[in-house]
């Protein structure tokens, strides 16, 4: 029996094919273009692999409409991308491959991806965060999503502008918000330069970890998880792990007790294979 996996990012499609215990037999990725382009390359990697295929997860950039009593389930809705807006994602893989399939954000199958198989082990609570194009957050509880009328929207919670930073942000709907503020984008857009191209000490590292320490604070107090895990091209900076530690330890003052901090606060331990290896394990535990 073989799972599929499909980590539909805002800029390529990763799609993969596992065994019983998720490693990883095949995988292609394609350029995010338009559905019209992009869904039939999908649809043929999974094609060859049909008939002994048990499900498919998908993990999705957004928004999109995973309550399942709605009429649009399945698709993705106002995204920013013209030509996937209002688009029945599920309903067209389903029709094409008549398998089973898992539908979630692409960043809650990272963080059920790190607390299947990475960083995110033996822990009944996790929060993860991407931190790169885009800002997302997605949390799992004793193995399940948190979610309400819909997925969470973690990456646009508001900030307090560090008192060095007079940018106003990057974000077309909230300006100063975590997204708007600490994302790649809004680091180019602030400094002219994008972030691997600054120097490990540059100042600016501070600002950033200021913003990202806010969100790991506002997380902490909310919602108490067992685990923090920081993921997304600008947490490969490694200086910038330690300067979150620091700032966020300066911000919460000892007000709750919290897990050692090396254990609390972790970078992804699958790295780039959190987001496939989230949606193979989704597709997984359709068979169950």
Not at 137 to 144: H, I, N, R, S, Y
Not at 152 to 170: I, T, V
Not at 191 to 198: D, F, H, W
Not at 257 to 279: R, S
Request: glycine letters at 12%.
């Amino acid at each position: 029996m073989l799972y599929g996996g499909i980590e539909a990012g805002g800029t390529k499609f990763v799609c993969g094919i596992s065994n019983e215990d998720l490693t990883i037999i095949k995988r292609v990725s394609f350029p995010t273009t338009t559905p019209q382009e992009t869904l039939p390359k999908v649809i043929h990697f999974f094609q060859e692999y049909q008939a002994e295929l048990a499900g498919i997860g998908v993990g999705a950039f957004g928004p999109i409409d995973v309550n399942q009593d709605s009429a649009t389930y399945g698709f993705i809705t106002s995204t920013p991308k013209l030509a996937w807006q209002n688009f029945d994602f599920v309903g067209t893989l389903q029709k094409a491959l008549a398998v089973p399939i898992a539908f979630t954000t692409d960043v809650n199958s990272a963080c059920y991806g790190e607390y299947i198989a990475g960083s995110g082990q033996k822990v009944k609570s996790l929060v993860y965060y991407t931190i790169g194009t885009g800002v997302g957050g997605g949390a799992v509880v004793d193995g399940k999503f948190l979610a309400g009328f819909s997925h969470p929207e973690m990456g646009h919670m508001l900030m307090q502008s560090h008192p060095a930073d007079h940018f106003e942000g990057n974000c077309p709907f909230h300006g100063n918000c975590l997204e708007g503020l600490a994302s790649g984008p809004a680091i180019e857009k602030r400094l002219q330069a994008k972030a691997q191209t600054l120097a490990p000490t540059d100042p600016y590292w501070q600002i950033e970890a200021d913003y990202i320490a806010q969100c790991v604070y506002n997380t902490t107090l909310m919602f108490a998880p067992d685990r923090i895990i920081l993921g997304g091209g600008v947490m490969k900076q490694t200086q910038l792990l330690p300067l979150i530690k620091d700032a966020f330890l300066d911000k919460l003052k000892n007000y709750v007790a919290i897990p050692p901090i090396d254990e609390y606060l972790k970078t992804p331990g699958l790295k780039d294979d959190a987001g496939l290896t989230g949606c193979l394990a989704l597709a997984r535990d359709l068979a169950k």
